[in-house]
């Protein structure tokens, strides 16, 4: 059998799991229920506050989530890049550890933990288990790049001048920066699209644009869902687009994407 | 005080990783614009105290001086020092322009100033016309070239050179000896350069720091190093030599290879024991005549480009490394002669093992953290501190480690002519020292054990 015959299954697993839903997705999107062609979904979501609000919304959510995922997970990352973790990787094993939980049971405990200490659930909580089940996919990219950087250069900084800061600033910074794409990606795109984190830390009461998907889809609005999934997708889709470009650019792999 | 004359002092510095010592009390001064050559093999700890000047690593104990303020704790980036790297290091995400620019722009040197000074600097090097260029895009060659000039433009008291053409081929090797010469003639700064390519100290330095072990073997002018070699260490890592044991009969008249030779060394007493050093290339070999001081059999004739390397088993059996420019095929006969003026020796460092050691009972003794059985003698008991001394000869190396009381690394193996004499670095921290007819080789595991008949005692 020829080596190029192997791939015929993957390729019909593609085609069933991915391409077809992916054509059912656009095809319901520009149909209406009658399968008469139309843009009437898109003009639905333009025209409704609400929709535009969610999307909005969600977008803001996963921005500040993104930024606090940063903020928290570059010194995280840094920290474990160091000579002294580099021979033990409990610390980093430990911070991917939650990873291995699902992510349904995770938020349920935060949940339980909120109650526990009697916190209010609310755009807080969201925030809270957003941050909390996304960081591992900050700190990981980063402490990879981090981590393979070769040490030769801080040295070379060092030597030419450059102070601790300097030294950070000027080229562990910027060395790091296909990392903390990667990890841009890797917290923006799931915490745009989650639903069940929000329905279950704000008691439904906050709605994020997958709850707003999943409810349309639930209630058998098909086509209208599926304009609104197309929408976020295309919004994934140009967020991954100029990441790919910056990391050709930088031609410096390391990060997971 | 003459201390303004060094740029460069290093007083007493000693420097451990945990256990390991790599730097043994250090005495380095080097001269302002001197070129200096840190020479010796690997993990004797050249890098180790350029990278102490440097500032990466902090002295466990000592002071280290540049420009006469000391600056043992200094951070590196407050250090008046710049290092090229040996994997050049250049900062990818930056090119030739920013790489080099890099130092200057850190102390905020006007834009115009800056311009000014990298494409000096890059004429310099011989890379003008590169300042746009990605450094990946560079040859190794080219991207060291990058590296100098991002140090050199810093004008640094010291240039600190950590294996810079290590990863170069050959012939970029040798023209960029050339070239580094030539700077550090138009700079006229102090170069402080780390290698262990022998070829490379002779050709390049003013001084040359040879290094073993962690310690300084021997500072002196290439032709100092290589004519008179301290220790037969120094003699056998700097150029090819025959080294061999010898006594010193009296002045100018030394014993070695069966013979006796006149020589121009005087001052080591009569029969003392000696090491003798003679380059191949300073034994004349002729067809056999009433002139030759030593008769033998070429063994073994290679040509190396410019002259033929031939090796000669002497009657006496001693196999000697002659090179010369006529060929003398194996199994011919030979005569050797060698000039009293060639023949170097050498004060031995040792002509036997010496140890601590403590009696354990009658007929066992402890040394080098173990127990050897050795032969009852008057008037010692049990808890006696005593000095234990074998011969070289009598300490036997076994394959199996097992088979030893104790065990060891092999790691210098010098070549004596007729026997091979080897360091062993015993699992006890401590050295012992073998004369054996078999090859090791350098890192084998061996057993060491020892008769007991070999084993001297002497109360102390």
Same mark, same amino acid.
């Given at each position: 059998?020829?080596?190029?015959?192997?791939?015929?299954?993957?390729?019909?697993?593609?085609?069933?799991?991915?391409?077809?839903?992916?054509?059912?997705?656009?095809?319901?999107?520009?149909?209406?229920?009658?399968?008469?062609?139309?843009?009437?979904?898109?003009?639905?979501?333009?025209?409704? *506050?609400?929709?535009?609000?969610?999307?909005?919304?969600?977008?803001?959510?996963?921005?500040? /989530?993104?930024?606090?995922?940063?903020?928290?997970?570059? *010194?995280?990352?840094?920290?474990?890049?160091?000579?002294?973790?580099?021979?033990?990787?409990?610390?980093?094993?430990?911070?991917?550890?939650?990873?291995?939980?699902?992510?349904?049971?995770?938020?349920?405990?935060?949940?339980?933990?909120?109650?526990?200490?009697?916190?209010?659930?609310?755009?807080?909580?969201?925030?809270?288990?957003?941050?909390?089940?996304?960081?591992?996919?900050?700190?990981?990219?980063?402490?990879?790049?981090?981590?393979?950087?070769?040490?030769?250069?801080?040295?070379?900084?060092?030597?030419?001048?450059?102070?601790?800061?300097?030294?950070?600033?000027?080229?562990?910074?910027?060395?790091?920066?296909?990392?903390?794409?990667?990890?841009?990606?890797?917290?923006?795109?799931?915490?745009?699209?989650?639903?069940?984190?929000?329905?279950?830390?704000?008691?439904?009461?906050?709605?994020?644009?997958? /709850?707003?998907?999943?409810?349309?889809?639930?209630?058998?609005?098909?086509?209208?869902?599926?304009?609104?999934?197309?929408?976020?997708?295309?919004?994934?889709?140009?967020?991954?687009?100029?990441?790919?470009?910056?990391?050709?650019?930088?031609?410096?792999?390391?990060?997971?994407? | 005080?003459?201390?303004?004359?060094?740029?460069?002092?290093?007083?007493?510095?000693?420097?451990?990783?945990?256990?390991?010592?790599?730097?043994?009390?250090?005495?380095?001064?080097?001269?302002?614009?001197?070129?200096?050559?840190?020479?010796?093999?690997?993990?004797?700890?050249?890098?180790?105290?350029?990278?102490?000047?440097?500032?990466?690593?902090?002295?466990?104990?000592?002071? +280290?001086?540049?420009?006469?303020?000391?600056?043992?704790?200094?951070?590196?980036?407050?250090?008046?020092?710049?290092?090229?790297?040996?994997?050049?290091?250049?900062?990818?995400?930056?090119?030739?322009?920013?790489?080099?620019?890099?130092?200057?722009?850190?102390?905020?040197?006007?834009?115009?100033?800056?311009?000014?000074?990298?494409?000096?600097?890059?004429?310099?090097?011989?890379?003008?016309?590169?300042?746009?260029?990605?450094?990946?895009?560079?040859?190794?060659?080219?991207?060291?070239?990058?590296?100098?000039?991002?140090?050199?433009?810093?004008?640094?008291?010291?240039?600190?050179?950590?294996?810079?053409?290590?990863?170069?081929?050959?012939?970029?090797?040798?023209?960029?000896?050339?070239?580094?010469?030539?700077?550090?003639?138009?700079?006229?700064?102090?170069?402080?350069?780390?290698?262990?390519?022998?070829?490379?100290?002779?050709?390049?330095?003013?001084?040359?720091?040879?290094?073993?072990?962690?310690?300084?073997?021997?500072?002196?002018?290439?032709?100092?190093?290589?004519?008179?070699?301290?220790?037969?260490?120094?003699?056998?890592?700097?150029?090819?030599?025959?080294?061999?044991?010898?006594?010193?009969?009296?002045?100018?008249?030394?014993?070695?290879?069966?013979?006796?030779?006149?020589?121009?060394?005087?001052?080591?007493?009569?029969?003392?024991?000696?090491?003798?050093? +003679?380059?191949?290339?300073?034994?004349?070999?002729?067809? $056999?005549?009433?002139?030759?001081?030593?008769?033998?059999?070429?063994?073994?004739?290679?040509?190396?480009?410019?002259?033929?390397?031939?090796?000669?088993?002497?009657?006496?059996?001693?196999?000697?490394?002659?090179?010369?420019?006529?060929?003398?095929?194996?199994?011919?006969?030979?005569?050797?002669?060698?000039?009293?003026?060639?023949?170097?020796?050498?004060?031995?460092?040792?002509?036997?093992?010496?140890?601590?050691?403590?009696?354990?009972?009658?007929?066992?003794?402890?040394?080098?953290?173990?127990?050897?059985?050795?032969?009852?003698?008057?008037?010692?008991?049990?808890?006696?501190?005593?000095?234990?001394?074998?011969?070289?000869?009598?300490?036997?190396?076994?394959?199996?480690?097992?088979?030893?009381?104790?065990?060891?690394?092999?790691?210098?193996?010098?070549?004596?002519?007729?026997?091979?004499?080897?360091?062993?670095?015993?699992?006890?921290?401590?050295?012992?020292?073998?004369?054996?007819?078999?090859?090791?080789?350098?890192?084998?595991?061996?057993?060491?054990?020892?008769? $007991?008949?070999?084993?001297?005692?002497?109360?102390?």
């Amino acid at each position: 059998m020829r080596r190029r015959n192997w791939s015929i299954p993957y390729a019909l697993f593609l085609l069933v799991f991915v391409v077809i839903p992916l054509l059912l997705i656009v095809w319901y999107a520009f149909t209406d229920e009658e399968g008469a062609l139309t843009l009437s979904n898109f003009r639905k979501f333009m025209m409704h *506050p609400e929709a535009m609000n969610t999307f909005i919304y969600s977008i803001g959510i996963a921005i500040i /989530t993104t930024l606090v995922c940063l903020v928290l997970g570059y *010194p995280a990352a840094y920290i474990l890049s160091q000579k002294q973790f580099k021979t033990s990787k409990t610390m980093v094993v430990l911070f991917i550890l939650p990873m291995w939980v699902n992510i349904l049971i995770r938020t349920l405990a935060t949940v339980a933990l909120f109650d526990f200490l009697k916190l209010p659930l609310g755009e807080g909580a969201l925030i809270f288990g957003m941050v909390y089940n996304f960081l591992p996919f900050m700190i990981y990219p980063i402490y990879n790049t981090l981590q393979k950087m070769d040490q030769n250069l801080i040295e070379a900084a060092q030597d030419l001048g450059a102070n601790p800061v300097k030294v950070f600033g000027k080229v562990i910074l910027p060395l790091s920066m296909p990392g903390i794409v990667s990890g841009i990606v890797m917290v923006f795109m799931p915490t745009v699209s989650t639903f069940a984190i929000a329905e279950l830390l704000t008691m439904n009461n906050i709605k994020l644009f997958g /709850t707003t998907v999943q409810e349309n889809i639930y209630n058998g609005m098909w086509n209208y869902g599926a304009a609104l999934s197309l929408i976020m997708l295309l919004l994934i889709g140009i967020m991954s687009l100029f990441t790919n470009e910056e990391d050709s650019a930088q031609n410096e792999s390391g990060g997971v994407i | 005080m003459q201390q303004s004359n060094y740029i460069i002092e290093v007083q007493h510095v000693s420097k451990r990783f945990g256990e390991k010592v790599a730097l043994d009390d250090i005495h380095l001064n080097v001269k302002k614009g001197e070129f200096v050559t840190i020479l010796g093999p690997s993990g004797c700890g050249k890098t180790t105290l350029l990278r102490l000047i440097a500032g990466f690593q902090t002295a466990s104990e000592g002071t +280290i001086k540049i420009a006469g303020e000391e600056i043992t704790q200094t951070p590196p980036h407050m250090r008046p020092v710049n290092t090229v790297f040996q994997k050049y290091a250049l900062f990818p995400h930056l090119n030739v322009y920013d790489n080099i620019a890099f130092g200057l722009k850190l102390k905020k040197t006007p834009q115009q100033v800056i311009e000014k000074k990298v494409k000096a600097a890059l004429k310099m090097v011989g890379m003008t016309d590169y300042e746009d260029r990605d450094v990946d895009s560079l040859s190794g060659g080219q991207q060291q070239r990058v590296a100098i000039a991002r140090a050199i433009v810093n004008e640094p008291e010291v240039l600190l050179l950590d294996e810079p053409l290590a990863a170069l081929d050959l012939k970029m090797r040798k023209d960029m000896q050339m070239e580094l010469k030539e700077m550090h003639q138009k700079l006229g700064i102090t170069f402080v350069y780390v290698t262990h390519d022998q070829e490379e100290a002779l050709t390049l330095s003013d001084t040359i720091v040879v290094m073993s072990e962690g310690k300084i073997q021997q500072i002196g002018t290439p032709m100092d190093i290589y004519n008179e070699p301290i220790n037969s260490f120094v003699a056998d890592f700097i150029g090819e030599s025959n080294i061999l044991n010898g006594t010193m009969v009296k002045d100018k008249l030394v014993h070695f290879a069966g013979h006796e030779f006149e020589c121009v060394d005087k001052g080591f007493g009569e029969d003392m024991p000696v090491d003798v050093v +003679i380059r191949p290339e300073d034994i004349y070999i002729f067809d $056999p005549s009433d002139a030759a001081q030593l008769t033998g059999v070429v063994t073994s004739c290679i040509f190396k480009g410019v002259h033929f390397e031939m090796l000669v088993q002497t009657q006496e059996g001693y196999e000697l490394m002659v090179q010369d420019y006529h060929s003398f095929e194996a199994g011919r006969e030979v005569g050797l002669l060698v000039k009293p003026f060639d023949i170097h020796v050498m004060k031995k460092e040792r002509t036997c093992n010496t140890f601590e050691g403590k009696m354990l009972d009658n007929t066992h003794v402890e040394f080098l953290g173990c127990s050897f059985e050795c032969i009852a003698q008057e008037g010692l008991e049990a808890g006696d501190k005593v000095q234990v001394e074998v011969d070289f000869q009598h300490v036997n190396l076994q394959d199996n480690e097992e088979d030893g009381v104790l065990s060891g690394d092999v790691k210098f193996i010098l070549y004596k002519g007729n026997h091979y004499h080897l360091t062993v670095f015993t699992d006890w921290d401590e050295d012992i020292y073998v004369d054996t007819n078999d090859v090791w080789d350098d890192g084998d595991r061996v057993g060491i054990s020892i008769a $007991p008949e070999h084993i001297r005692l002497n109360k102390l």
